[in-house]
């Protein structure tokens, strides 16, 4: 399936966009980036804003625990090219699927946007191009980045209410 995927749309400026996307992804620095500038300039809701980028932290530092528990290898086939480096050989489930995922349910409190819709799929999309992930890879880490993002978003709803 990763084979298909890279032949079907890993044309170059699609990789291009990929690779960019995997560096702005690592170790979620910059969902944590776009935390810390949403603080810095909404100071009605610094602390807010720092809650949501404390929870995209969670979010990555839980799927690491996930990878080190599972300990799945990433993809290793000839028909499949590795188009970008990776901090380790863990692939399950994607840390950058989780901490986008967390972060665009938890922007999208901040924000009163949806923006799951526009970040979520590319980037996923963007882990099989780069043929780092399996496609379970990444909707494990969608899921388990929804469900910390939603825990969350609850919390900072209920702060805001009470």
């Known amino acids: 399936m990763l084979a298909q995927i ?3 749309i890993g044309r170059p400026p699609v990789v291009r966009a990929a690779r960019g996307m995997s560096h702005f992804g690592e170790h979620a620095i910059g969902w944590l980036a776009i935390g810390l500038v949403g603080a810095a300039v909404d100071r009605m809701r610094r ?5 949501g980028a404390a929870g ?4 990555h530092g839980a799927s690491i625990a996930v990878k080190r528990v599972v300990r799945r290898r990433r993809p290793m086939d000839e028909s499949v090219e590795v188009l970008v480096k990776t ?3 863990l692939s399950f489930p994607s840390s950058h699927a989780t901490s986008t ?3 665009a349910v938890v922007y999208s409190g901040l924000t009163g946007r ?3 819709p526009a970040l979520v799929p ?7 191009v780069l043929g780092v992930h399996y496609p379970s890879d990444v909707m494990a880490g969608a899921a388990l980045g929804a469900v910390v993002g939603g825990v969350v978003r ?7 209410t009470s």
Do not use: G
């Open 154 to 160: 609850r919390v900072l709803k209920r702060k805001r």
């Open 87 to 89: 901090p380790s050989r």
């Open 101 to 103: 995922t967390a972060a």
């Open 6 to 8: 890279q032949r079907r």
């Open 56 to 59: 995209v932290a969670a979010a």
């Open 114 to 116: 949806n923006l799951v």
């Open 122 to 128: 590319p980037m996923l999309v963007s882990r099989l």
């Open 47 to 51: 602390r807010d804003w720092l809650t």
